[in-house]
């Protein structure tokens, strides 16, 4: 079985552009994770969702990111006007259940790597 | 909010055993356990809840007390592979989680 896969691996974008990085969880995980971590720093938590919805948006930075998972599969982080102090590595991870429940382990994807110029 | 994390750094020998602390200024529902080596994603180690839970995950356990807010990372009889950033993230109980600045553990032969 795949693990999670996030693609791009890497994005180089200029200040002002959108960016839509992309997550596959693992099949049949129902909870979804999204981290950020900018370089040398430690682990922004930013969103999770259990099936398609998201208990809580009040992570995401600011009003110029959304994410959103439909089918209770992959999920999008969309980043809009892109600044610089949005460069990081963007991780998603999955699990079978979610926090607390059977089956919390969580799993990683590989990240991306985002640069704003 | 940011839970604190002690030590920032931690150095032993293989075999010898480490705590790393996470303490919050909020109550917690859970507390949330990550080993990072560089240049790799996260690896998640445990979840505690509500209730003083311990748990146990190989040579690797951890408690956790909410009336003193705050949760403890056992290493015992570490080995190399141990060697990384730990990151504690705490839930207030409101579905998201804040992480401590973590703590580094190198492990030497």
Not at chain 1, 30 to 38: H, I, V
Not at chain 2, 12 to 39: F, M, P, T
Not at chain 2, 85 to 100: A, H, Q, R, S, V
């Amino acid at each position: 079985g795949a693990g999670v896969s996030q693609s791009p691996s890497n994005k180089v974008t200029e200040k002002g552009k959108d960016v839509e990085l992309r997550c596959d969880p693992i099949s049949g995980h129902t909870a979804l994770y999204w981290y950020r971590q900018s370089l040398g720093q430690g682990l922004e938590f930013l969103i999770y969702f259990q099936g398609n919805s998201a208990p809580d948006k009040s992570g995401l930075p600011s009003d110029r990111f959304s994410a959103e998972r439909t089918g209770g599969s992959v999920s999008t982080l969309t980043i809009q006007r892109t600044q610089q102090e949005d460069s990081a590595v963007y991780l998603c991870a999955s699990s079978l259940g979610v926090w607390g429940a059977l089956g919390e382990t969580q799993y990683f994807g590989p990240g991306t790597r985002l640069l704003v110029l | 909010q940011q839970p604190v994390q002690s030590p920032q750094a931690v150095i032993l020998r293989e075999g010898e055993d480490a705590v790393i602390n996470c303490s919050s200024s909020k109550a917690l529902y859970s507390v949330h356990w990550y080993r990072q080596k560089h240049g790799e994603a996260p690896v998640f180690l445990m979840i505690l809840l509500k209730g003083g839970e311990q748990k146990g995950h190989e040579k690797i356990s951890a408690s956790f007390n909410e009336k003193k807010q705050q949760s403890s990372l056992y290493l015992t009889a570490s080995q190399l592979s141990y060697s990384g950033t730990y990151f504690c993230g705490t839930e207030p109980g409101t579905d998201k989680l804040i992480f401590g600045t973590g703590t580094r553990l190198q492990v030497f032969p």
